[in-house]
């Protein structure tokens, strides 16, 4: 499937290139294609740090509308964007396992 204009200009302002290095290059990877056709907002963790292990409660979201980025303590099915007051729901979460550190 082909990734509009509108996704491929969310893709990149949720992964924007490193100016110092390769280090966040795979981010470019990640692509954006809409569920629904309806506005986006996208929560990103922090990659140094796995929050499941470590403990924190920070996410970064990005608001499609205004162009903002802002920061939320924790999330659930729904937030609303601090800045235009746009309401989102939750429409899809992807886990990833974490390695068993006692093993």
């Given at each position: 499937?082909?990734?509009?204009?509108?996704?491929?200009?969310?893709?990149?302002?949720?992964?924007?290139?490193?100016?110092?290095?390769?280090?966040?290059?795979?981010?470019?990877?990640?692509?954006v294609h809409?569920?629904?056709?309806?506005?986006?907002?996208?929560?990103?963790?922090?990659?140094?740090?796995?929050?499941?292990?470590?403990?924190?409660?920070?996410?970064?979201?990005?608001?499609?509308?205004?162009?903002?980025?802002?920061?939320?303590?924790?999330?659930?099915?729904?937030?609303?964007?601090?800045?235009?007051?746009?309401?989102?729901?939750l429409e899809?979460?992807v886990f990833?396992?974490?390695?068993?550190?006692?093993?």
């Amino acid at each position: 499937m082909p990734l509009s204009r509108r996704d491929f200009k969310l893709s990149m302002a949720i992964s924007p290139m490193k100016r110092n290095g390769p280090e966040t290059e795979a981010l470019r990877s990640l692509l954006v294609h809409r569920l629904r056709d309806a506005r986006m907002a996208i929560a990103r963790l922090p990659l140094k740090a796995n929050l499941a292990t470590a403990g924190l409660k920070k996410y970064s979201v990005h608001c499609e509308p205004c162009r903002s980025w802002f920061d939320l303590p924790e999330w659930g099915e729904e937030f609303t964007c601090p800045k235009c007051r746009q309401l989102y729901a939750l429409e899809l979460a992807v886990f990833s396992a974490v390695p068993d550190e006692r093993a």
